[in-house]
């Protein structure tokens, strides 16, 4: 699934290509995309058509173009959704599921909506040009200027689940996904499962700068790609997975103290990680009241 490198990858190239274009039309080929826009495709359609996309704008994996009636076109990408910018003449790609066509855009393009697995969606957020509502739940990323490390910290060392999990936690914080919090772990030399409540403030801090750190170089790599599947807008893939330490590397020796990398299952997927360089978090021991202390 696309991460918060990549989702920004492709916010950027929708920033310089497509804001300040109107839409002169909407072709929804399959009506699941639009699933989540309670209008239907026709009126997912109308909606949009004689709109002007006027930003472009990103809420950890989730991104939306401001349109200047103040209702906002909300995107998720899903497991692999692409939203890429065609010439008008492009023959329609295999998993074509919306083409929005396009007036005033850069070199006379047109946007399409493609996903083969169509977990993906599109809708359009009455009122959601500054925030759309659908999202406001979701906190903000470490890369937004106004994320509150102090808090991040104060809330993650309050609870006793263990540390990736909170990184994946989009209420506590966005856009980090699996990838990456395994890399920031690594880096941070920190086992996914220690509970927020046995790190240190430093630790956590440190945690996140780390992540902060290897977010910031996958974008300037153009993100993390392992298929076809994650392309930016114009269908270019990255590059960042040829510097990645834990994530997928299982069984592979670590680059910091030659142990092979271990892989566990981890909520549906996966975790990387160096069992010497991360070593697990020792149980708490428990002590039944009145029990015999040990000799």
């Not at 918060?4 to 916010?11: I, K, N």
């Not at 939306?64 to 209702?71: A, E, S, T, V, Y």
């Not at 590397?249 to 892989?263: N, V």
Request: aromatic letters at 6%; one cysteine or more.
């Amino acid at each position: 699934m696309p991460e918060l490198p990549e989702v920004e990858v492709v916010r950027a190239g929708l920033e310089r290509h497509v804001v300040g274009a109107r839409v002169v039309g909407v072709d929804v080929l399959h009506p699941r995309p639009v699933r989540r826009d309670e209008r239907g495709p026709e009126g997912f359609a109308a909606a949009l058509t004689g709109r002007t996309l006027t930003g472009a704008r990103r809420r950890g994996k989730y991104l939306w173009l401001p349109l200047d009636d103040g209702d906002a076109l909300l995107a998720h990408l899903g497991m692999s959704g692409q939203m890429l910018v065609q010439p008008a003449d492009a023959a329609p790609e295999k998993h074509l599921r919306v083409r929005v066509r396009l007036d005033g855009a850069a070199d006379g393009r047109h946007l399409h909506f493609v996903d083969q697995r169509m977990f993906g969606g599109l809708s359009i957020s009455a009122g959601g040009a500054d925030l759309p509502p659908e999202i406001a739940h979701i906190a903000r990323d470490p890369l937004d200027p106004e994320f509150d490390d102090d808090e991040f910290a104060a809330r993650v060392r309050r609870r006793a689940s263990g540390i990736k999990r909170q990184l994946l936690d989009q209420n506590l914080v966005s856009g980090v996904g699996n990838i990456y919090a395994d890399e920031a772990l690594w880096r941070a030399g920190v086992h996914g499962e220690r509970p927020g409540e046995r790190l240190s403030r430093a630790q956590v801090l440190a945690l996140l700068d780390h992540a902060r750190d290897v977010m910031a170089e996958a974008l300037a790599q153009g993100g993390t790609s392992f298929d076809a599947l994650y392309v930016n807008v114009n269908g270019e893939s990255g590059y960042f997975d040829r510097s990645l330490h834990a994530y997928g590397r299982a069984d592979e020796p670590c680059d910091r103290c030659g142990t092979p990398i271990r892989r566990v299952a981890f909520m549906n997927r996966s975790s990387y990680f160096c069992p010497r360089c991360q070593p697990a978090p020792r149980r708490r021991r428990v002590v039944t009241p009145g029990a015999a202390a040990p000799d």
